[in-house]
């Protein structure tokens, strides 16, 4: 059985990396998908084409996907990407905040149009998104399913990369803050914190062999994650096998979140 049979999903930053690893999944689950996009239109149409295939592969019966741009950080575009997505679907079932972007930087070099700007796409978009959204369940009168995607750093650290890493904590409050006020509403919020993923925002190690396997030494599971695997938990919480579960973020991380470098004790620590 297709676990969110005839559901209508719409994911941000879906043109590629896990946001499009999600899209593909979705579609194998029986989704209606929207894809959301604000760069190349070519990388989302490619998006659509696998969402697709999927649908064919799958053998899931006749399904929608819609292409749509919009900048996460315009509350304009927020409301117009909505207003699209509902009247092609009908209705929305499912968001997906997955569209993100980060800057690195020294901290006292960052730059206030790249802190700004981070914070615009990876905070204020969800917000925007998850409020759309959520007026939507209201409206309708039934529940629906908010999933964000954070970070591994929304609790550890991430030097050079301040405002990516404020993003992200103040992701993880808004996913509970969410949570806990909707919850009698039927409407569940979560979040998937992703570790190191094979992507193309990570490409500056991915693509380097030697700063790939610094990477790796890191993680207790000895290696990156794929998007598809990341993708699979978005799933589990989108659909009703997590039907008891709201206001939580699950670690998708390989064990980053282990304080691995304690793999060895070498603290005096009882």
Known sequence: MFKLDGKNALVTGASSGIGRAIAVRFAREGANVAINYIGNADDAEETRKLVLQEYATAGVPQRKSVIVRADVASEEQVQAMFQQVIESFGSLDILINNAGIQKASPSHEVAMADFDRVLAVDLRG?????????????????????????????????????????????????????????????????????????????????????????????????????????????????????????????????????????????????
Do not use: M
Request: glycine content about 8%; some cysteine.
């Open 126 to 270: 969800p917000f925007l998104c998850a409020r759309e959204a959520i007026r939507h369940f209201l409206s309708r009168g039934r529940p629906g399913v908010i999933v964000n995607n954070s970070s591994v750093h929304e609790t550890i650290p991430k030097p050079k990369y301040v405002s990516y890493s404020i993003a992200k904590g103040g992701l993880d409050n808004l996913t509970r803050t969410l949570a806990l006020e909707y919850a009698d509403h039927g409407i569940r919020v979560n979040a998937v914190g992703p570790g190191a993923v094979v992507t193309p925002i990570n490409k500056a190690w991915v693509n380097d062999s030697k700063a790939r396997a610094e990477v790796e030494s890191h993680i207790p599971l000895g290696r990156a994650a794929s998007p598809e695997e990341i993708a699979a938990v978005f799933a589990f919480l989108a659909s009703e096998d997590s039907s008891y579960i709201t206001g939580q973020t699950i670690y998708a991380c390989g064990g980053l979140t282990l304080y691995p470098d304690f793999r060895t004790t070498w603290s005096s620590g009882g």
